[in-house]
């Protein structure tokens, strides 16, 4: 092959390689969530198996029992701050109310720009986890859960997909995007295992399941 030629064709793969590049990145989401990297699936599933396996018992349950959206930092609260590190090219104002932005969520596919039409899920729901032990915490410890950032326990999400899923486990509700699947159930197990609440017998058989393939 002449040195002509072959210039030629590393000019040609080059611009292939570019153009494939490129189609990827207009395809690509717009934003993605960052939820904290949930523990392998491995860890889970060793997690699991030390989750006591009790009923649940909402008697007493009241929302208002887990303060939530608490300040962060600034004029920043929980859900303000979700808002920012889940979305992309995220904007503020003073009062630290997204403004613009976009946002991918993860449970269901959805782009949206408007921060109106985001819910921040708490993945393992506050009637849940006060079903499976939060009923005797202390309300400091119930806070912490509520507004927890470091734990894969808060995600911003399409808000009619959040209030679908209500205070179901994953028993009954998952998210709609089967490649969320396992990381959601690894997440779930490692939110439930950290704050030492119980799993139901349902409950622990989808998580098995759902890990047996991860």
Known sequence: MSKFYARRRVSILAALSGLIASVAIFNAPTASAALPTPVSAATARSYLAQLT????????????L????????GACNTREVVLKRDGTNVVQD??????????????DGATWTAASDLDIDHLVPLAEAW??????????????????LTRPQ????????NQAKGDQDPATWMPSRTAYRCTY???????KYYYGLSVDSAE?????NYLASC
Do not use: M
């Open 53 to 64: 396996v009790a009923t649940e018992d909402r008697t007493g349950y009241d929302r208002d």
């Open 66 to 73: 887990f303060p939530h959206w608490i300040t962060q930092s």
């Open 94 to 107: 003073s009062s630290c109310a997204a403004t613009s932005g976009s946002w991918y969520s993860v449970y």
């Open 131 to 148: 079903d499976s032990g939060a009923d005797s915490w202390t309300t400091s410890r119930r806070q912490s859960f509520a507004n927890d």
């Open 154 to 161: 808060l995600i911003a999400v399409t808000d009619n997909v």
């Open 185 to 191: 159930v690894r997440a779930w197990v490692q939110v």
């Open 204 to 208: 622990k058989s989808a998580l098995t």
